[in-house]
């Protein structure tokens, strides 16, 4: 490769029925230093919602700043400490009233990413609200991605609605990991989808469809972005393998007891887990997508491969101070963090055009839309991670109230608006926005 040679960051490899984008390659640096400075890798945002309820006793550290001791369902993250802070003491509910009262139930999870009021009606059509903070990023963020945004779910549409419209209309959720490996690396024309589903049936793989785009760029490449490229597409490969075997088991009844003889997206939740982290840190790698909402955990499938979890999710969140209950939250709020924490692992070892990770090149939420699953909506966990391409100090708790205990007066403790968390977040990844909801400000001691 001659140093006069330079790929666009928007090459990607075609073929009938595929166009695979690619990661940051070294022959993409602009020449001169002015090009560099303005090509400075993009600062990417997620918002995963966990579902609605946690193990407050095991989830909030009990002391504030730089020098907190991680909790116990926070110890899995302990490796990542200094890329994450703790946000407690914060509230999602509109000031005044949420209709006529303190309940919301499970309304929460459409008003996470609101911070507004939802109406509600007699079905999914008659739903309305305001735009969500990952809508307002796709708009300031995401005209040069092939998608300003994905919604992602493992919930059928309903309640765990978390992306609105600008309109404040619901917006569709991708629940599927190989509709999302489709909508990734398909191409969009009919055709080329028809062809796609050919090759699929014939069990070839979607990089047959680009070999000789590949085998043509691989030859201009340099030793080091042939090897980053082998990587990316060995990454792209086994993960369409593995959606492959789990989709011929969708229709497969299960045996007449145990579990079924393979994972699929609708019975089992850690391997659908695993495979949308992925597939989410391949589609920032390769700049694809720069948002993404996800609502991963939570009620739907059984958490059953969690050893000592024997209940449903929903019966266990109303655990009314039950002993068994509470122990069996504590251990889905661990397996969450551990599959977090592996997320992280994945970005950390992704590497941008400043030669930073993208997990440093990012902000990743993580949080809950009620607290103890009493159907209240202050100081619920947040956790943030990522560092905004160096704008972010990070290894802190922040802690805007006391943490309240069952039985107190939660809604007065928590007065901080969960709103100045996302105004800080939109401004740190460079969105033109001075107010968000009911924000009062940026979060104090983010920045």
């Not at 945002?45 to 966990?50: A, G, K, T, V």
């Not at 082998?230 to 792209?236: A, I």
């Not at 850690?270 to 948002?291: G, H, N, P, Q």
């Not at 105004?423 to 740190?428: D, E, I, K, P, V």
């Amino acid at each position: 490769m001659t140093k006069s040679w330079r790929l666009s960051r928007r090459t990607a490899l075609q073929g009938l029925g595929a166009t695979i984008a690619l990661p940051f390659l070294e022959a993409m640096t602009p020449v001169s230093r002015a090009a560099q400075q303005a090509a400075q890798p993009p600062v990417r945002l997620m918002f995963h919602w966990l579902g609605t309820a946690t193990n407050m006793d095991h989830w909030f550290p009990e002391d504030d700043g730089p020098n907190y001791q991680l909790s116990r369902a926070l110890r899995p993250l302990e490796r990542h400490r200094s890329h994450f802070s703790v946000i407690s003491g914060t509230r999602n509910f509109p000031e005044l009233d949420y209709g006529g009262g303190r309940e919301f139930g499970h309304n929460g999870a459409m008003m996470w990413l609101t911070s507004q009021r939802v109406v509600t009606g007699s079905g999914a059509a008659d739903i309305k609200t305001h735009s969500s903070v990952d809508q307002i990023a796709a708009k300031h963020l995401g005209q040069n991605t092939r998608h300003p945004s994905l919604q992602l779910g493992i919930y059928k549409p309903g309640f765990h609605i978390l992306s609105w419209s600008e309109h404040g209309t619901p917006l569709p959720t991708i629940n599927s990991p190989a509709a999302l490996f489709q909508r990734l690396f398909v191409a969009k024309r009919p055709s080329e989808v028809a062809q796609f589903k050919k090759n699929a049936a014939l069990n070839h793989s979607l990089l047959d469809l680009v070999t000789e785009s590949r085998h043509d760029l691989q030859r201009r490449l340099g030793v080091q972005d042939r090897d980053k490229l082998d990587q990316y597409l060995t990454s792209v490969r086994e993960l369409e393998a593995g959606i492959a075997r789990d989709e011929k088991w969708i229709d497969t009844p299960p045996p007449p007891a145990g579990r079924p003889p393979a994972p699929t997206a609708e019975r089992s939740k850690d391997e659908w887990m695993a495979t949308m982290y992925r597939l989410i840190a391949l589609a920032f790698e390769a700049d694809i997508t720069r948002v993404v909402a996800l609502a991963g955990d939570g009620p739907g499938p059984a958490y059953d491969f969690i050893p000592g979890v024997i209940e449903d999710w929903h019966p266990i969140s109303h655990h009314n101070q039950n002993a068994e209950k509470l122990e069996q939250m504590a251990r889905i709020n661990e397996w969450s963090m551990s599959e977090l924490a592996k997320f992280l692992d994945t970005l950390d070892g992704m590497h941008d055009a400043n030669g930073q990770s993208i997990l440093h090149n990012s902000l990743i939420l993580t949080g809950d839309s009620m607290a103890d699953g009493q159907h209240w909506g202050g100081n619920y966990p947040l956790l943030l991670a990522g560092h905004a391409g160096g704008r972010l100090k990070q290894g802190q708790h922040l802690k805007f109230c006391e943490n309240p205990r069952y039985g107190q007066d939660k809604w007065t403790l928590a007065r901080t608006p969960t709103s100045n968390l996302y105004l800080s977040m939109l401004q740190l990844a460079g969105a033109p926005v001075e107010r968000f909801a009911d924000s009062t400000g940026p979060l104090a001691g983010l920045a």
